[in-house]
């Protein structure tokens, strides 16, 4: 009897960059699966997207399509764990939301599997994705507070302040815009006064 299978791929836009293709994995699959005897039914890729949230279109749709076809699917490949998700939560409740269709989780590049020693590499990488995830979310707020002490606004320019274009690196805080922050500077010093009100 052939087995039935599909695989997800998942790059960030900085996986894309350094050449961890979205074609790369997908042929890793389609090649792991044929040495085992798996036919694959679909491929559900998702791009430039991150693995930190469990409600992913591309991967719902995917869980949708198991419970379509329930009965009918043996296996999910993927190139590594953390394509499938980047914390251990959402890693094992994905995993078992597949088991209730049948489905079990293939990486094609990790030696887990029903032994012991599988299921505790298992918990180990997905741990290891979330750490990874924690180190550069840990990360980017620090450089969000090192810019604000350095007076840089890391987000969008308040009114009546220049806005950085698309692709331009902001290096100086921001500047005034006239004459319109010193209407706005002016607005602000008379509603200040109490003399006037929003409405």
């Not at 293709?21 to 389609?30: F, G, I, N, T, W």
């Not at 991967?59 to 251990?88: I, M, P, Q, S």
């Not at 997905?126 to 890391?154: E, I, S, Y």
């Amino acid at each position: 009897m052939i087995k039935h299978g599909i695989i997800y791929c998942r790059v960030s836009s900085k996986e894309q960059i350094e050449g961890t293709s979205l074609k790369s994995q997908e042929s890793a699959c389609r090649e792991f699966a044929r040495k085992n005897g798996v036919m694959i039914d679909r491929v559900f890729v998702r791009g430039r997207e991150s693995a930190k949230f469990a409600d992913r279109p591309e991967l719902l749709e995917l869980l949708d399509y198991c419970r379509k076809h329930k009965g009918e699917l043996d296996t999910l490949f993927v190139w590594k764990l953390d394509r499938l998700a980047r914390n251990v939560n959402d890693h094992f409740n994905i995993k078992a939301a597949l088991l209730k269709y049948g489905v079990g989780v293939v990486s094609v590049t990790e030696p887990i599997d029903s032994k012991p020693e599988g299921k505790l590499l298992e918990t180990i990488l997905a741990g290891l994705a979330q750490f990874d995830n924690d180190v550069r979310a840990m990360r980017t707020v620090q450089g969000m507070r090192k810019k604000l002490q350095d007076g840089l606004h890391p987000w969008k320019a308040p009114i009546g302040y220049r806005t950085v274009t698309k692709g331009e690196k902001k290096t100086e805080p921001d500047a005034p815009v006239q004459p319109l922050f010193s209407l706005l500077q002016k607005a602000w010093k008379m509603f200040a006064t109490g003399a006037y009100t929003k409405g």
